[in-house]
């Protein structure tokens, strides 16, 4: 197996080429655009203006609220909410996407953010066989199923927004997850800034989105002009450190281990299935970012990718059970 002598991303990483000195194509573009992708003060300034333009949006058409930002329950989209109210002023509705793989963590997590920080919060919940079919589809063809998650979720939080004519959406997507596919400008912030659904997934899934979009597979709400803005593009913070933040402003619970996303209680089953499709973990790329920027070393990403493949290999029998039970289209058990 060959890897990049840079990031260490695999040869079988999706799009991935290879330079004369072994580098990857993912590491030159970085490389290429460092000093806009690193240079704080501009994509800071970048925000402020954005921001304050939805302010003013908001203002002339009498919306109800200045932003929609989407929680989960984890420790990204908590702090994006905090920020947005306390630190950039905005009245913000957050919205939830009801999968039906939030964890009583994430649930608590939720509670506690809304008693806080006194923000208005609706959940959207869609209809249970169509999510399944959604889900069923998704792991047959692509062996994944968070690509669903994060399709209705970003649907939802554009439909709320469109609907009472909220100007801009901010997501929690991070650095790693924003930049692990990266190899032009096209789609990705700071270069550009979506101002639609469409424009917005194309950042995540490509090409591949104006296939289902000819194909009429997809809705893309081609009538909601909705800004969208990812915060951790213009913020630079650790994930450590966005922790600390919360559990010093609102006692925010920390999740017991360092497995990401305790908010989802089916993320073992999405690394187990990566592993046995791809032969790699879920975060393979977004940690590669990391190394690109210096936050993790080369050595360091690979023993954390070391260790996952050794936890997800085998999967839990009753996890698996519970897992393919929720996304079956056939039953329709509560989940
Ligand atoms: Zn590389």
Not at 86 to 109: E, M, P
Not at 114 to 126: A, F, G, Y
Not at 293 to 309: F, N, Q, V, W, Y
Request: some cysteine.
């Amino acid at each position: 197996m060959k890897y990049c002598t840079k990031c260490g991303l695999p040869e079988t990483y999706p799009g991935i080429r290879f330079d004369e000195e072994g580098v990857c194509n993912f590491c030159n573009f970085y490389d290429e655009h460092r000093d806009t992708l690193e240079d704080q003060e501009s994509r800071h300034r970048i925000f402020l203006e954005e921001v304050e333009q939805a302010k003013q949006r908001a203002k002339e058409t009498n919306a109800p609220y200045d932003c929609v930002v989407g929680l989960s329950g984890g420790k990204d989209s908590t702090y994006i909410v905090w920020q947005m109210k306390k630190t950039y002023g905005l009245r913000v509705l957050a919205v939830t996407f009801q999968n039906g793989f939030h964890t009583d963590y994430g649930r608590r997590n939720i509670d506690n953010v809304l008693q806080k920080l006194d923000v208005d919060h609706i959940t959207v919940r869609m209809n249970e066989k169509e999510l399944r079919r959604y889900y069923s589809k998704c792991v047959g063809v692509m062996k994944n199923f968070c690509a669903v998650c994060f399709h209705f979720g970003f649907y939802y939080c554009h439909q709320v927004a469109e609907r009472y004519g909220i100007p801009l959406v901010i997501n929690g997507r991070t650095k790693g997850q924003i930049m692990q596919f990266a190899v032009n400008t096209r789609g990705i912030e700071p270069f550009e800034i979506s101002r639609g659904l469409k424009d917005f997934e194309y950042q995540m899934f490509g090409d591949l989105i104006e296939l289902l979009d000819r194909r009429g597979k997809v809705d893309y709400l081609p009538q909601a002009k909705v800004t969208s803005l990812s915060y951790f593009a213009y913020h630079d913070i650790t994930e450590e450190e966005t922790m600390e933040f919360l559990v010093k402003e609102i006692g925010w619970e920390r999740p017991d281990s360092k497995v990401p996303h305790a908010d989802c209680w089916a993320h073992a089953m999405a690394e187990h299935l990566s592993i046995v499709k791809r032969g790699y973990p879920v975060r393979t790329g977004e940690l590669a970012v990391l190394v690109r920027r210096g936050e993790l070393t080369k050595e360091e990403a690979s023993a954390i990718l070391k260790d996952d493949k050794k936890r997800y290999k085998k999967i839990d029998r009753q996890l698996e059970g519970r897992f393919y039970n929720r996304i079956s289209v056939s039953k329709s058990v509560q989940a």
